[in-house]
């Protein structure tokens, strides 16, 4: 199984740990993933002019498509916007036309032949929880999670066809394989906040603040999410911002496949552990007491 | 020997290349280079400071490493390619090689080497060798600059720097070719170097030159006697065998020389030789007086940006020493194009054709923005533009071959378009839409003339452009707002309407008041509420709506539309 994986703008540089994560976890579960250069999906322009934003989008789809592969993203804002962009490429002729012009100007054509995957999508159904659980070794204890979904894979919901929209399940059915415990909390399908960072700084914060207080309310000792930019937003952020804030408590965040791949036994060092703003180490703590049981 | 022209030139250009040397050395001490800036004296004791730090410490190793892979090896053009590569070395040995043995030859190769003449093998023919390498490169250059983006952009800054590579070695190889068939330079070097002693000799030696050297003398052909030519072999094993090789080893000179060779009476008489020597040095003396205001700039910039980048990290410079770095960053771009052609955002500047949106043209603009401390308007516009559509992916840094720090540069001007009041795009936006007494400043003196730009395609560009008035509405006008029955379900899950206190007040029009807006065909008053400007676009409301009305995809069109009426004020002002 081989994907072309499509790391977003902000993970080569700062949300390195992320990619390596990827790439170790899905390394041990037999997936492939080939490097190629993508440009941005497209979301950041999509709020300044629609063509721009499907061209950008349909030239890393006609990229893949002409390796003769399916693109696997971490980023669930790319992958909302990729997912999106297929879709509009279908409905609006008009901007298809113009698009078309684009790539043709490029060397390019996009036939609408490839799919635009996310990393829980491929290990969930891919791959399949049964194949990803042989590969847990060193299952966690007593480690409560608050398992954020991400706004852009799960909605709209008809279009990028990640699961339910009003009950979602396939994060949880991940998490649980390491043995960690999802708690239930009011906010977990609502928004981090990012997409509006640097647009309205205050508000972002209102709706991340609202997102930690209930997760830690819910007992969580760690967010757990799957996207670029909610990790900015709980990770970086938090880290940065938020720590002088009245009123908010602190809810450290794990990537999944940092997660994972401990459970998988994986070395903290190839997982970028280090590199979480927040840390990571005493996730190893629920670990040992694993081990000892 | 050489006239008072000559010295004269010499030492008016190597003036004007010391001068615009100290001139570039006081910009990267003093040029603002925006956010936490620094003293020309902060940021020179940073200069010492990260001398010591470098050569007394073990990072003098990591030095010779950046030499020796970075600087000599050219690895980071390697890296972007085998003919960009090949491309470089041809000019930089080519060049290199002439310089240091042809042009500084009585300086350096004298000294060096006892038995040293420019006339002479290996030397004869190294120079020849030299020459074709940076022709090759200059072709290279040509071509690629006729290919791709580099085409696209019209790479016409570097123009005259090309030119003039290819005047200098062109008119070295032809002023080779004239001397080579010229009896008057013949009979120079033989009334300072031979003894000969009657015309019987001269005449041998002339034949021997003529059938063996390629001198062309009016009036004597081949077939020379046997007996001329044996005695002509021997006066020049006498006389000249020893500091003159034969031309055929400068192998581009010599076949130019046969096509000199019939007009040779014609090119004495206009004295061709003297013509060429004086084009030749003038053209190399132009460039050396070029050198720090052109691109030629980077053969110094660039070691030197190398060579910080090998030794200091980057993360632990001070802000002097960041400083620093991004003033002489600034000056080191060779315009190469790399940092564009994979560009994040460069599919974005195929459709806007803002070209301040691609790193090699938005260095050139945040350089004027720096030293300048302003732009015309319209720079100003493209600069924020593409400031603000940049994603900072660091790519740019990654691949720049010449070392360039860019996203840093990058960061700097978007704190001083910050500091000097120019809101990002996107908050322009939204205040031109809202309004507001707290508008974010734009443009000088508080004149409004600061919209979000949209340069027009560039000349030769196949593209058609939408009409603004067409952009962003098609959303809008497949009117799906008006399956909206007013339920109020996408007001009630918004987030966004849910953490404020009194939403109605901060956003204007709560989501499905908007709706109803647009149902109204009210697209202004929809465009000027706050909630189509603070939307998360998580998607709730479109999810949650029972009539499949495209609430957020709508916001987003609605964004657009303001986009789009930002650029038609921008095509009136």
Same mark, same amino acid.
């Given at each position: 199984m081989e994907f072309a994986f499509f790391p977003g703008c902000k993970i080569p540089y700062y949300q390195p740990q992320y990619g390596q994560a990827v790439q170790a976890v899905l390394g041990e579960l037999g997936v492939g993933l080939a490097e190629m250069e993508f440009g941005c999906c497209g979301y950041p322009i999509r709020h300044q002019d629609k063509v721009a934003y499907l061209f950008t989008a349909a030239r890393n789809l006609a990229l893949a498509e002409q390796r003769g592969l399916e693109l696997l993203t971490p980023c669930q804002c790319c992958f909302g916007s990729l997912r999106k962009a297929a879709h509009l490429l279908e409905e609006d002729q008009a901007a298809r036309r113009e698009v078309d012009a684009l790539l043709a100007d490029e060397g390019l054509s996009y036939r609408g032949e490839t799919r635009v995957w996310h990393l829980l999508q491929v290990l969930g159904e891919k791959v399949g929880t049964e194949a990803v659980k042989?590969? %847990? %070794?060193?299952?966690?204890?007593?480690?409560?999670?608050?398992?954020?979904?991400?706004?852009?894979?799960?909605?709209?919901?008809?279009?990028?066809?990640?699961?339910?929209?009003?009950?979602?399940?396939?994060?949880?059915?991940? %998490?649980?394989?390491?043995?960690?415990?999802?708690?239930?909390?009011?906010?977990?399908?609502?928004?981090?906040?990012?997409?509006?960072?640097?647009?309205?700084?205050?508000?972002?914060?209102?709706?991340?603040?609202?997102?930690?207080?209930?997760?830690?309310?819910?007992?969580?000792?760690?967010?757990? %999410?799957?996207?670029?930019?909610?990790?900015?937003?709980?990770?970086?952020?938090?880290?940065?911002?938020?720590g002088e804030m009245p009123g908010v408590a602190r809810v450290p965040s794990v990537l999944y496949p940092q997660l994972l791949g401990l459970a998988m036994g994986l070395e903290p060092s190839r997982l970028g552990l280090s590199r979480n703003a927040l840390g990571g180490g005493d996730l190893l703590e629920f670990q040992a007491a694993a081990q000892g049981a | 020997m050489k006239p008072v022209f000559f010295s004269i030139s010499l030492y008016l250009s190597l003036a004007i290349f010391v001068l615009g040397i100290l001139w570039r050395v006081r910009g990267w001490l003093t040029r603002p280079t925006g956010g936490e800036d620094s003293t020309a004296g902060a940021r020179g004791r940073a200069v010492c400071r990260g001398l010591s730090r470098a050569l007394f410490s073990a990072r003098i190793v990591e030095l010779g490493k950046t030499l020796w892979w970075d600087v000599l090896l050219l690895r980071r053009s390697w890296r972007q390619g085998r003919l960009r590569w090949a491309m470089h070395m041809c000019i930089f040995y080519g060049f290199m090689g002439l310089l240091l043995m042809h042009a500084l030859g009585s300086l350096i190769m004298e000294p060096l080497f006892e038995d040293y003449q420019p006339t002479v093998n290996p030397y004869l023919f190294l120079r020849d060798l030299f020459g074709l390498m940076v022709l090759v490169g200059v072709g290279i250059a040509v071509y690629r600059r006729r290919r791709g983006l580099l085409k696209d952009l019209g790479a016409g800054r570097d123009w005259f720097a090309v030119v003039l590579l290819a005047v200098i070695m062109v008119s070295g190889f032809a002023l080779q070719a004239a001397k080579i068939v010229s009896p008057g330079r013949y009979q120079e070097m033989v009334d300072e170097y031979a003894g000969l002693e009657d015309e019987q000799e001269e005449a041998a030696l002339k034949a021997y030159w003529a059938r063996n050297y390629g001198v062309v003398f009016p009036g004597r052909k081949d077939p020379f006697s046997q007996e001329m030519l044996e005695q002509g072999a021997e006066l020049n094993e006498d006389n000249c065998a020893e500091c003159h090789s034969r031309p055929q080893a400068a192998f581009v000179s010599y076949p130019l020389s046969r096509l000199f060779a019939p007009a040779t009476a014609w090119l004495e008489s206009i004295d061709l030789r003297g013509l060429l020597w004086q084009l030749h040095f003038l053209a190399c003396f132009l460039g050396l007086a070029y050198l720090p205001f052109s691109k030629f700039l980077h053969v110094l910039v660039t070691p030197l940006t190398l060579l910080i980048n090998g030794v200091a990290g980057r993360s632990e410079l001070d802000p002097a020493a960041a400083g620093l770095r991004r003033a002489i960053d600034l000056d080191g771009c060779t315009h190469c194009g790399a940092c564009s052609e994979h560009c994040s955002v460069a599919a974005v500047f195929r459709r806007l054709r803002n070209r301040a949106i691609l790193p090699s043209e938005k260095l050139w603009t945040s350089r004027a923005f720096m030293d300048l401390g302003s732009l015309s308007d319209r720079e100003l516009l493209e600069l924020r533009e593409g400031s603000y559509i940049c994603t900072s992916c660091n790519r740019c840094s990654e691949i720049?071959?010449?070392?360039?720090?860019?996203?840093?540069?990058?960061?700097?001007?978007?704190?001083?378009?910050?500091?000097?009041?120019?809101?990002?795009?996107?908050?322009?936006?939204?205040?031109?839409?809202?309004?507001?007494?707290?508008?974010?400043?734009?443009?000088?003196?508080?004149?409004?003339?600061?919209?979000?730009?949209?340069?027009?395609?560039?000349?030769?560009?196949?593209?058609?452009?939408?009409?603004?008035?067409?952009?962003?509405?098609?959303?809008?006008?497949q009117g799906r707002?008006?399956?909206?029955?007013?339920?109020?379900?996408?007001?009630?899950?918004?987030?966004?309407?849910?953490?404020?206190?009194?939403?109605?007040?901060?956003?204007?029009?709560l989501p499905h008041q908007i709706m109803h807006c647009l149902g109204l065909g009210l697209m202004d008053q929809a465009q000027a509420a706050a909630m189509t400007w603070d939307c998360?676009?998580?998607?709730?409301?479109?999810?949650?709506?029972?009539?499949?009305?495209?609430?957020?995809?709508?916001?987003?069109?609605?964004?657009?539309?303001?986009?789009a009426g930002l650029d038609d004020r921008q095509a009136q002002g």
């Open positions: 042989a590969k %847990v %070794v060193r299952p966690f204890k007593d480690l409560k999670l608050a398992v954020h979904y991400g706004c852009h894979a799960l909605r709209p919901s008809e279009i990028v066809q990640f699961d339910d929209p009003l009950a979602p399940s396939i994060f949880e059915r991940l %998490v649980e394989l390491t043995g960690a415990k999802c708690v239930p909390w009011h906010r977990r399908l609502q928004c981090c906040g990012n997409p509006l960072w640097g647009k309205n700084d205050a508000l972002a914060l209102k709706l991340t603040a609202a997102k930690l207080n209930d997760a830690a309310a819910a007992g969580a000792d760690y967010l757990c %999410v799957a996207c670029t930019y909610c990790q900015i937003q709980f990770d970086t952020v938090q880290s940065k911002v938020m | 720049c071959p010449s070392g360039l720090d860019l996203q840093h540069i990058w960061f700097a001007v978007k704190d001083e378009l910050a500091r000097r009041g120019y809101a990002s795009t996107y908050e322009w936006a939204r205040f031109v839409s809202i309004g507001g007494k707290d508008a974010p400043r734009d443009g000088r003196g508080g004149k409004v003339s600061w919209l979000a730009p949209r340069p027009r395609p560039l000349p030769g560009g196949t593209l058609e452009i939408t009409a603004p008035e067409q952009r962003g509405q098609a959303a809008l006008e707002y008006q399956y909206c029955f007013q339920c109020q379900t996408c007001t009630n899950v918004c987030p966004v309407v849910a953490c404020l206190d009194d939403a109605q007040d901060e956003l204007g029009l998360a676009t998580c998607y709730q409301c479109q999810e949650h709506c029972p009539q499949k009305v495209p609430v957020a995809d709508l916001l987003f069109a609605l964004r657009n539309r303001a986009f």
